[in-house]
């Protein structure tokens, strides 16, 4: 999400809202090889045909002066820094300039996510960009999956199964 150049997040962008995001800090996947960096988890919304965006900005970084360095965050995690689960400072690299590095203490970590979470659950919830199940979406419905279960069982029932044909051939003394 830090990264100046802005093309992945515009793709996103336009065809979905973002309804939160959560910063992980480095070291969560530390377990997983090359996974030491933070982590982010963005939930988004698919925004139907012809509706226009009510997303929070999240294509856009700012420059940020953190730990004696000048380091890109995305505009999102500046204007929500509660979002971030730990402390941001400025990694340097040895082949670029610093990135935005973030710290915490791993027994909060767990208190941490699920309240940034509920954070992104409010917020989609406040701007109507929360789940609306298709009963009270206007337009033509497609069948769930559970009607489609209901429709393929009714079916089975009113066929009965057909014998496999060597229980047939038993049936009639010939055998195979």
């Given at each position: 999400?830090?990264?100046?150049?802005?093309?992945?997040?515009?793709?996103?962008?336009?065809?979905?809202?973002?309804?939160?995001?959560?910063?992980?800090?480095?070291?969560?996947?530390?377990?997983?090889?090359?996974?030491?960096?933070?982590?982010?988890?963005?939930?988004?919304?698919?925004?139907?045909?012809?509706?226009?965006?009510?997303s929070q900005d999240?294509?856009?970084?700012?420059?940020?002066?953190?730990?004696?360095?000048?380091?890109?965050?995305?505009?999102?995690?500046?204007?929500?820094?509660?979002?971030?689960?730990?402390?941001?400072?400025?990694?340097?690299?040895?082949?670029?300039?610093?990135?935005?590095?973030?710290?915490?203490?791993?027994?909060?970590?767990?208190?941490?996510?699920?309240?940034?979470?509920?954070?992104?659950?409010?917020?989609?919830?406040?701007?109507?960009?929360?789940?609306?199940?298709d009963a009270i979406?206007?337009?033509?419905q497609e069948p769930?999956?559970?009607?489609?279960?209901?429709?393929?069982?009714?079916?089975?029932?009113?066929?009965?199964?057909?014998?496999?044909?060597?229980?047939?051939?038993?049936?009639?003394?010939?055998?195979?």
């Open positions: 999400m830090d990264q100046p150049f802005p093309e992945a997040r515009r793709h996103l962008h336009l065809v979905a809202d973002l309804l939160g995001a959560v910063r992980l800090p480095a070291g969560a996947h530390r377990r997983l090889p090359g996974l030491d960096l933070p982590t982010d988890l963005l939930v988004l919304r698919h925004r139907p045909d012809g509706q226009s965006s009510r999240f294509e856009h970084t700012t420059t940020i002066h953190v730990d004696d360095r000048d380091v890109e965050i995305n505009t999102y995690f500046e204007n929500n820094i509660g979002q971030v689960l730990g402390t941001v400072g400025a990694d340097p690299l040895a082949w670029g300039p610093a990135a935005v590095t973030v710290s915490s203490t791993p027994d909060r970590l767990d208190r941490d996510l699920a309240e940034g979470l509920r954070n992104i659950t409010a917020h989609g919830l406040r701007t109507g960009l929360a789940y609306a199940p979406r206007p337009g033509p769930s999956v559970a009607d489609l279960i209901r429709q393929r069982d009714s079916q089975a029932a009113a066929t009965p199964p057909r014998p496999h044909p060597r229980h047939i051939h038993r049936r009639t003394g010939l055998d195979r």
